[in-house]
Nanobody, 117 residues
Framework: QVQLVESGGGAVQAGGSLRLSCAAS????????MGWYRQGPGQERDLVAT???????NYADSVKGRFTISRDSAKNTVDLQMSSLKPEDTAVYFC???????????WGQGTQVTVSG
């Protein structure tokens, strides 16, 4: 079982920035995909951004141009730089990883992001 440990998040005013980080416990292995999802109050968990080996990053339309995903395959870490934050970005953000294309998803415990104003 892969453990994903998230850090970052918190509360910020609209227009501000935050950075989320995630580290996987599995080392010396290149994941097929790592990324971030979010779940707002009373909503389903939705994709924010993913970084798949050999492919361009994928972003939800709502965050394009504002969020940037960066992945270090050697360290098995994935970060999400969030800028120009909006109140509608308020959600619990979850780190996600798939060891192979056919693996089950692994999830972090989630980190709260709250945007006010």
């Amino acid at each position: 079982q892969v453990q994903l440990v998230e850090s970052g998040g918190g509360a910020v005013q609209a227009g501000g920035s935050l950075r989320l980080s995630c580290a996987a416990s599995l080392k010396f292995y290149t994941f097929h995909r790592m990324g971030w999802y979010r779940q707002g109050p009373g909503q389903e968990r939705d994709l924010v951004a993913t970084a798949t080996t050999g492919e361009e990053p994928n972003y939800a339309d709502s965050v394009k141009g504002r969020f940037t995903i960066s992945r270090d395959s050697a360290k098995n870490t994935v970060d999400l730089q969030m800028s120009s934050l909006k109140p509608e970005d308020t959600a619990v953000y979850f780190c996600n990883a798939k060891a192979t294309r056919w693996s089950d998803d692994s999830w972090g415990q989630g980190t709260q992001v709250t945007v006010s104003g």
